[in-house]
């Protein structure tokens, strides 16, 4: 029997204090979730009946080897992909009982992306690349809230660049923008400071935290990056598609020993 990593009993006592709006029941729950890729005779089994929840109003780091299941456990909590079996639920919402369109929706309405190649669109503007996820809803920003968030990421005076003038961390400021002012009740960071330099980089970790603390929206990020994890409430560990350690107010050095026993690294 696996092991069950229950997060909202730990991910809490992390290193800043986090305002939790609705305690109502956790932001992300997976349910014996596994995910096979291939064919009869030919498959890898990324997640292997992986049960786990993310509380809401935390910041969670997911950590592990390449090929321990941390990008695929990503990919099916965010809807990106179906698991083979199992459940997964979102802000109480079954996403493996929804279509493709109802899903698309969901995910545009509650849940926020953010990567490490920014996925921004080059020929808009900073503006209008914030809000976008309001335009494809057909719904009309708020343009004063949308300025005041990018002043308060210091891109005040950036507001009509593209993402072509901007440095690399500007651009992933833009990208964090663009997923929280929509208020999801999850963003999913994947190697969000995999592209930055250290200054940059702990720029966009003080950005998701300040996102946790002032909004209590949920983060889970995947991360190669010790000093990036430890900047979350709790780490989970993965290997061979399953969790196999939580660390509760993690430190760098914590996370890079734990993480070394896995054989982990980039």
Known sequence: MHTVYDMTRTAHAGPHPTTIHDRS????????????YGTAGATVTALDAVTLAFPRGSFTAVMGPSGSGKSSLLHCAAGLDRPTAGTVLVDGTELTGLDETALTRFRRDRMGFVFQAFNLVPTLTVVQNVVLPFELAGRRPDRTAVVRL????????????????????QQQRVAIARAVLTRPAVVFADEPT??????????????????????GQT?????????????????????????????????AGTVA??????????
């Open 150 to 169: 990018l002043d308060r990421l210091g891109l005040g005076d950036r507001l009509d660049h593209r993402p072509a003038q901007l440095s690399g961390g």
């Open 25 to 36: 029941g956790p932001a992300v729950e997976l349910r014996q979730v596994t995910r096979r």
């Open 194 to 215: 995999g592209a930055l330099d250290t200054r940059a980089a702990r720029e966009v970790l003080d950005l998701l935290r300040d996102t946790v603390f002032r909004t």
């Open 219 to 251: 983060i889970v990020m995947v991360t190669h990056d010790p000093v990036a994890a430890a900047r979350a409430d709790a780490v989970v560990f993965f290997a061979d598609g399953r969790p196999v350690d939580t660390v509760v107010r993690p430190d």
């Open 257 to 266: 020993a734990r993480l070394a026993t896995l054989g982990g690294g980039r």
